[in-house]
């Protein structure tokens, strides 16, 4: 059995939408707020969205840390979105002023097993039906991704722009 798979990726022409701001008080909220931003937003449920690696170095003054987050959300039977934030910053421990960095990476996966027969099938119904329903998709999707970001933003009072 084999897979048709097509990959986009929702940042084009950046592999990731990036997000940084220099001087914020507390940093590190961002990290509480993030699980609930994305349940929101991508309209998922606790169990779809996994904290994949959470780092910290507390024995300096700047006190650094990462965080990795990653969510599918189903659009239909065969295609997800694919949503990546990795999170990185510092913040002081006295003045609890830092700085935060945060990239998404956003990717729109179709992936269909198909046989032989049902190969010559499933690009018919793709060219007649569903390649319309996946490019109205696609920006859907993208729609989602540009919500992430406003209301990543909104957390440091920081105007995101959207992406084209």
């Keep these: 059995m084999g897979k048709i798979k097509f990959e986009d990726n929702l940042a084009y022409p950046y592999q990731k939408e ?5 001087g914020c008080s507390n940093p590190f909220k961002i990290y509480y707020k993030i699980k609930g931003i994305m349940k929101d ?14 780092k910290w170095d507390a024995t300096s ?5 990462w965080v990795k987050w ?3 959300r189903k659009i ?6 694919n ?10 421990a006295n003045t609890k002023k830092g700085d935060i960095a945060v990239s998404i990476t956003p990717l729109y996966i179709t992936e ?9 099938f499933w690009w018919i119904y793709y060219l ?37």
């Design 70 to 72: 990653s969510a599918d």
């Design 128 to 164: 007649l039906h569903y390649k319309k329903k996946r490019i109205r998709d696609f920006y859907y999707a993208k729609n989602l991704i540009n919500k992430l970001k406003i209301e990543i933003g909104k957390v440091y009072g920081v105007e995101v722009p959207e992406s084209k």
């Design 83 to 92: 949503v990546t934030i990795t999170i990185s910053g510092s913040q002081n």
């Design 112 to 120: 269909v097993d198909v046989g032989f027969i049902k190969k010559i």
């Design 18 to 22: 990036k997000i940084e701001v220099r």
């Design 41 to 54: 937003v991508l309209e998922l449920s606790g169990k779809d969205i996994f904290e994949i690696k959470l």
């Design 61 to 65: 003054e700047d006190r650094s840390f």
């Design 76 to 81: 239909d039977i065969w295609t997800k979105l």
